[in-house]
T-cell receptor, first 116, second 113 residues
Framework: GAVVSQHPSWVICKSGTSVKIECRSL??????MFWYRQFPKQSLMLMAT?????????EQGVEKDKFLINHASLTLSTLTVTSAHPEDSSFYIC????????????FGQGTRLTVV | GESVGLHLPTLSVQEGDNSIINCAYS??????FIWYKQESGKGPQFIID?????DKRQGQRVTVLLNKTVKHLSLQIAATQPGDSAVYFC????????????FGRGTQLTVWP
């Protein structure tokens, strides 16, 4: 299957700083990518849809100024957690779809963010 | 988004037994469902999918059943192995955007030798 790679795998940052997470589709082009957030022992929550060349579409309740998404190319989307606080500590996962019809999304390996 | 939930948060089975993981969904218009396996600290891994025009789909050691009447999905794993131990999520397609998914709560499957 298609490969989606995230970087970094884990990051620790201080409160008030910003952190950027990258999501790359390695062997296919993705006009649309997705960002999820997962707290321990909970499910994945869809945060936003990242659209290449245009603004991201955020799910209800997700602060777009807090979670900045940029999708500048067909293989790269970035999520920046701005002014991070301990409650932003979570597992962030991206995915990208492939194909023209209903198909599974391929997921990155996730990024563990810890804000101290 | 619409909720997709699971009945059992944990399931323990003995190696070699069959496992059944259940999932209920609330959006009767959902037309595509996927089961994912997630190991600790990793991203979800695709297992099997099913469209709403099907009742059953089989893969290698796995079968997904879809009952649209009661809005229920199940994942059956045959001859469960220790390597199957993980959290299993069902997900439904969220709207018209391909790849956009809403996930259920998850079931922790533990396989004992």
């Amino acid at each position: 299957g298609a490969v989606v790679s995230q970087h970094p795998s884990w990051v620790i940052c201080k409160s008030g700083t910003s952190v950027k997470i990258e999501c790359r589709s390695l062997d296919f082009q993705a006009t649309t990518m997705f960002w999820y957030r997962q707290f321990p022992k909970q499910s994945l929550m869809l945060m936003a849809t990242s659209n290449e060349g245009s603004k991201a579409t955020y799910e209800q309740g997700v602060e777009k100024d807090k979670f900045l998404i940029n999708h500048a190319s067909l293989t790269l989307s970035t999520l920046t957690v701005t002014s991070a606080h301990p409650e932003d500590s979570s597992f962030y996962i991206c995915s990208a779809g492939q194909g023209q019809t209903n198909t599974e999304a391929f997921f990155g390996q996730g990024t563990r963010l810890t804000v101290v | 988004g619409e909720s997709v939930g699971l009945h059992l948060p944990t399931l323990s089975v003995q190696e070699g037994d069959n496992s059944i993981i259940n999932c209920a969904y609330s959006n009767s218009a959902s037309d595509y469902f996927i089961w994912y396996k997630q190991e600790s600290g990793k991203g979800p891994q695709f297992i099997i999918d099913i469209r709403s025009n099907m009742d059953k789909r089989q893969g290698q050691r796995v079968t997904v059943l879809l009952n649209k009447t009661v809005k229920h999905l199940s994942l059956q794993i045959a001859a469960t192995q220790p390597g199957d131990s993980a959290v299993y999520f069902c997900a439904e397609k969220g709207g018209s955007t391909l790849g956009r998914l809403y996930f259920g709560r998850g079931t922790q499957l533990t396989v004992w030798p």
